[in-house]
């Protein structure tokens, strides 16, 4: 069965303290992982795809990387409009079902 | 580009009464079609999938439907509300894996 397993659930960073969020997964054939944000009230939004280990992807002060059993997403000097929820998800793996396994999140939260 | 419409925002509705939320996709065909649950505490659970007109796929027994009448419309529907039909509703939408697009959302609360 398809898992996946965020850390910490929640985080609180000091401006500019940068830190790491883990994603573990468990998967039989990984087609993607992806990293959301959510802000309280509104849907997910994407931020990255990872589809081989080794991979990396940047997008402001956020960096996605993935090994053959996790992801992490690396904040790097953190303002407080990062704040929100993150979520990681991955591709059902099979028996023709469709869509997103998602983990639960961790709730980061960056005071000024 | 492709833009994703979900409504209502909010409802309040009472236990027995019927449910009608709808997703509208635009600037794309043939997408595959999610309707998700998110339960405080809980991660987001698949409660239906659609990869066609008329096609449904429903991941986990419940008090709810689908249905998609039309390419880019899918509709989430209930004959009596239940008070563990609580909850934040998400549309997606996605075109294979290449990404998953998610809706505004809808809070349902059930009193």
């Known amino acids: 069965e398809d898992q996946v397993t965020q850390s910490p659930e929640a985080l609180r960073l000091q401006e500019g303290e940068s830190s790491s969020l883990n994603c573990s997964y468990t998967v039989s054939g990984l087609r993607g992982l992806f990293w959301y944000r959510q802000d309280p009230g509104k849907g997910p939004e994407f931020l990255f795809t990872l589809y081989s280990a080794g991979e990396e992807k940047e997008k402001e002060r956020l960096k996605a990387t993935l090994t053959k059993k996790e992801s992490f997403l690396h904040i790097t000097a953190p303002k407080p409009e990062d704040s929100a929820t993150y979520l990681c998800a991955i591709p059902y793996s099979g028996g023709g079902a469709d869509g997103l396994t998602f983990g639960k999140g961790t709730h980061l939260i960056i005071q000024p | 580009s492709q833009t994703i419409h979900q409504w209502p925002a909010t409802l309040v509705q009472p236990v027995g009464s019927p449910l009608s939320l709808e997703c509208t996709v635009e600037g794309t065909s043939n997408p595959n079609l999610y309707w998700y649950r998110q339960a405080a505490g809980r991660g987001l659970q698949l409660l239906f999938y659609?990869?066609?007109?008329?096609?449904i796929s429903s991941e986990v027994p419940q008090n709810l439907s689908a249905s998609r009448p039309q390419d880019r419309q899918f509709i989430l529907s209930s004959k009596k509300l239940l008070l563990s039909d609580s909850g934040f509703y998400l549309c997606?939408?996605?075109?294979?894996?290449?990404?998953?697009?998610f809706g505004s959302g809808t809070r349902l609360t059930v009193v």
């Open positions: 997606a939408w996605s075109i294979r894996d290449y990404g998953y697009t």
């Open positions: 659609s990869v066609g007109i008329g096609q």
